[in-house]
């Protein structure tokens, strides 16, 4: 049982760390996005993704540029949809 709170523990823990970096190892980016290692393997070969390699081995990324990758092609709510609606028909008209 003392094993299990330690193990949650230093979780707890990583995650404040990580939360605390603005560049990301592989494996923290992994855990911070929570793309599978081969996924993101991928990406990087691809170019699709933003990432550093400085001495042509190790990956790093810098956490605002993978929030922003994260949060591209957003999508938009009905709500926002028709709050725009709204907004756009009460000043456009028909005349």
């Known amino acids: ?12 823990l990583e995650k404040l760390l990580i939360g605390s970096k603005e560049v990301l190892t592989f494996d923290e980016a992994c855990d911070y996005t929570g793309i599978s290692r081969s996924y993101l393997y991928k990406l990087t070969a691809s170019g ?13 990324f810098e956490k605002t540029k993978l ?9 938009k709510s009905k709500h926002e949809i028709e709050a725009e609606a709204l907004t756009y028909a009460m000043h456009h008209k028909v005349r």
Do not use: A
């Not at 049982?1 to 707890?12: C, H």
């Not at 699709?48 to 790093?60: V, Y």
């Not at 929030?67 to 957003?74: A, G, S």
């Open 1 to 12: 049982m003392d094993n299990l709170l330690i193990l949650e523990r230093l979780d707890r």
């Open 48 to 60: 699709r993704i933003p990432h550093s390699k400085p001495n042509g081995k190790m990956l790093f």
């Open 67 to 75: 929030v922003d990758w994260l949060l591209q092609n957003k999508r």
